[in-house]
T-cell receptor, first 112, second 113 residues
Framework: NAGVTQTPKFQVLKTGQSMTLQCAQD?????MSWYRQDPGMGLRLIHY???????DQGEVPNGYNVSRSTTEDFPLRLLSAAPSQTSVYFCASSNRGDYGYTFGSGTRLTVV | KQEVTQIPAALSVPEGENLVLNCSFTDSAIYNLQWFRQDPGKGLTSLLL?????REQTSGRLNASLDKSSGRSTLYIAASQPGDSATYLC????????????FGSGTKLNVKP
């Protein structure tokens, strides 16, 4: 099994550009989440989903959109990139937490 | 809001030493606590998961304990090796906030040969 796959691994955007970070899992997990990791601040929850068609905001949702049309995919959209969105983004999935969360390898995003 | 704190922020030990990493949280109504390892530039690898009904979990040289009443968890690493060098993260999932993990800032461990 591939687990949680994130693409791209690296991305440089100009301020104001939009893009979509992809996340796919092949474990049939119900729950999926997006986190951002910044130096000295740990990981913070952006958006999460408890199943196809259901999404909700986390701790730092502003500037990001998500959708969950299938169980497998949970893309994160940056609407108009800002330098403050320079970060490492992680996608995670779980089958209701009994076995914990599985994380992808991350997308390192730089906004210039 | 759940606050998770990890102490120390960094730790350097000689190879072979036993060590303890600490994690504290402010809201004891938790569902799960999970310890992760993160190597530089890499993703998070799950080490141990402790459910709220459990007191400890063990995997190889790792042992994690949970004391909900005091809001604390410890990760014990026995006979440390240079390959254990990484950042260790503690994450808490609240009983009333499913699917929301609150992370500590991590402990950066360096095990010297």
């Amino acid at each position: 099994n591939a687990g949680v796959t994130q693409t791209p691994k690296f991305q440089v955007l100009k301020t104001g550009q939009s893009m979509t970070l992809q996340c796919a899992q092949d474990m049939n997990h119900e729950y999926m989440s997006w986190y951002r990791q910044d130096p000295g601040m740990g990981l913070r929850l952006i958006h999460y989903s408890v199943g196809a068609g259901i999404t909700d905001q986390g701790e730092v949702p502003n500037g990001y959109n998500v959708s969950r049309s299938t169980t497998e995919d949970f893309p994160l959209r940056l609407l108009s990139a800002a330098p403050s969105q320079t970060s490492v983004y992680f996608c995670a999935s779980s089958n209701r937490g009994d076995y914990g969360y599985t994380f992808g390898s991350g997308t390192r995003l730089t906004v210039v | 809001k759940q606050e998770v704190t990890q102490i120390p922020a960094a730790l350097s030990v000689p190879e072979g030493e036993n060590l303890v990493l600490n994690c504290s949280f402010t809201d004891s109504a938790i569902y799960n606590l999970q310890w992760f390892r993160q190597d530089p530039g890499k993703g998070l690898t799950s080490l141990l998961l402790i459910q709220s009904s459990q007191r400890e979990q063990t995997s190889g040289r790792l042992n994690a304990s949970l004391d909900k009443s005091s809001g604390r968890s410890t990760l014990y690493i026995a006979a440390s090796q240079p390959g254990d060098s990484a950042t260790y993260l503690c994450a808490v999932e609240g009983r009333h906030n499913f699917n929301k993990f609150y992370f500590g800032s991590g402990t950066k461990l360096n095990v010297k040969p």
